[in-house]
């Protein structure tokens, strides 16, 4: 399962410029104040938090709590994702660190953070167990696990609608994505009820799922759109 990471490494370094582009119009519309909404109410009520946002990606989340205020980290595994969040962060002047790092082993101290968020990220994880287990052991008494993805190796194939980002994406690209999707299923079992499962398990308590954030931030079909119902899952340590 070592190759599916490398793979992703590859894929993910490929799309880095249309990714990002696409993020940033998400940090400068409307979408900036709705996924900041859907964090605030997930995350605990105080300034100056630390906070660690796994599979950064080119930094939206950590960028949008560094601008409250907030101490973000945010790690991911391919280099050129992080190379590009350090580019938009300094261009935004948003303090935030990047690192180069992988989401299911992360090198910190235990008990550093307050929360830890991701998103579109799990299903990308080959040892989702082993995961969720090294993010419990990250957080500080009381801390919360934000975890907003979707069940992507079980998405039934869909024509992406005009102007969508994945319009833009060649036919090898995404028939990598579809490939990639179909290594991993087998290591998944239904989404969110397997990760509700997996996070007890770690130690995690008062895990609450939330579906209905899918209609919340994809309330209209355009370039951000995103055909596949993402849930949001919130656990505490």
């Known amino acids: 399962m070592e190759e599916i990471k490398q793979r992703m490494t ?3 370094t490929q799309r880095v410029e249309q990714f990002s582009a696409l993020r940033y119009k998400e940090l400068q519309g409307e979408k900036h104040r709705q996924w900041l909404e859907e964090l605030q109410t997930r995350l605990p009520a105080s300034t100056g938090l630390e906070i660690l946002d796994i599979g950064t990606g080119t930094g939206f989340f950590a960028l949008l709590l560094g601008g409250q205020g907030h101490r973000v980290t945010g790690i991911d595994l391919t280099p050129n994702m992080v190379s590009e969040a350090r580019r938009v962060a300094e261009q935004l002047g948003v303090e935030a660190e990047f690192l180069v790092m992988d989401a299911e082993q992360p090198n910190f101290p235990p008990h550093r953070f307050d929360a830890i968020v991701t998103r579109n990220l799990t299903w990308t994880l080959p040892h989702l167990p082993r995961a969720y287990e090294a993010w419990h052991t990250l ?3 009381g801390g919360v696990l934000v975890n907003f993805d979707g069940d992507y190796c079980r998405e039934a194939p869909y024509d992406a609608p005009a102007h969508h980002a994945h319009q833009g994406m060649g036919e090898g690209i995404l028939a990598e994505y579809q490939q990639m999707k179909q290594a ?3 290591t998944q079992q239904a989404r969110p009820q397997w990760d509700v499962e997996l996070l007890r398990q770690a130690g995690f308590q ?20 995103n055909p596949t119902p993402i849930f949001a899952i919130t656990a505490r340590e």
């Open 139 to 141: 957080l500080k008494p």
């Open 206 to 225: 008062e895990v609450q799922v939330d579906t209905g954030v899918w209609k919340r931030i994809y309330d209209k079909v355009d370039e951000f759109y």
């Open 10 to 12: 590859s894929y993910w």
């Open 184 to 186: 991993l299923r087998p």
